[in-house]
């Protein structure tokens, strides 16, 4: 079974507006941390936002914010306001205790693309 | 500047012919990994280390060795390199391997064997 499932290949939205992508795990670990990353056309991997399992609130940073849902099994990046610059693919991973946290498991990402 | 660089960035080599791709960091951390990434896998983790003479198997490690005798280095080996291994590949470091650790990436090395 896939440990991150990211089911939108590719997501567009204008400038300016709010886009979400989805993210769903499967783990049966209490205890993991889930990421998301971006991947400009450039190609680095760039650290956005980090959400860990007993945390009781939604991550945020500046204008990305996690929708947390546990019992659901899904992280979803909330990218508010977009800008032209968001256009990149983004991944979600996550590290579980059970590997001892030495992995960090990614999904197949998704494509968004930010037009003006 | 606080960075993981990788070299070369860019490969181009024949089959069999070994080769070594190199990934040092400045931060100081402990635990190091190699991602390789392909078109509609996302990246997969190749090799991992816990720290100096640590490390383990990742996901898809066939064809590859690593070796760590330096916590700042952490080399990635192709013995004998064949066509599949073309790929994207990403060398990666964090703190620690706990939960919250995030990971940060170096820039790449794009492998292509023919």
């Known amino acids: 079974a896939q440990k991150i499932t990211q089911t939108q290949p590719g997501m567009f939205v204008q400038e300016k507006e709010a886009v979400t992508l989805d993210c769903t795990y499967d783990t049966s670990d209490p205890s993991y941390g889930l990421f998301w990353y971006k991947q400009p056309s450039s190609g680095e991997m760039i650290f956005l936002i980090y959400q860990g399992s007993y945390d009781q609130q939604n991550a945020t940073e500046g204008r990305y914010s996690l929708n947390f849902q546990k019992a659901r099994k899904s992280a979803n990046l909330v990218i508010s306001a977009s800008q032209l610059g968001d256009s990149a693919m983004y991944f979600c991973a996550m590290r579980e205790v059970n590997t001892g946290f030495q992995k960090l498991v990614f999904g197949t990402g998704t494509r968004l693309l930010v037009s003006p | 500047e606080a960075q993981v660089t990788q070299n070369p960035r860019y490969l181009i080599t024949v089959t069999g012919k070994k080769l070594t791709v190199t990934c040092s960091q400045n931060m100081n951390h402990e635990y190091m990994s190699w991602y390789r990434q392909d078109p509609g896998l996302g990246l997969r983790q190749i090799y991992y280390?816990?720290?100096?003479?640590?490390?383990d198997k990742g996901d898809v490690p066939e064809g590859y060795k690593v070796s760590r005798k330096e916590k700042r280095n952490f080399p990635l080996i192709l013995e004998s390199p064949s066509p599949n291994q073309t790929s994207l590949y990403f060398c990666?470091?964090?703190?620690?391997?706990?939960?919250?650790?995030?990971?940060?990436f170096g820039p790449g090395t794009r492998l292509t064997v023919t």
């Open positions: 990666a470091s964090s703190l620690y391997s706990g939960q919250g650790y995030e990971q940060y």
């Open positions: 280390s816990m720290n100096v003479e640590v490390t």
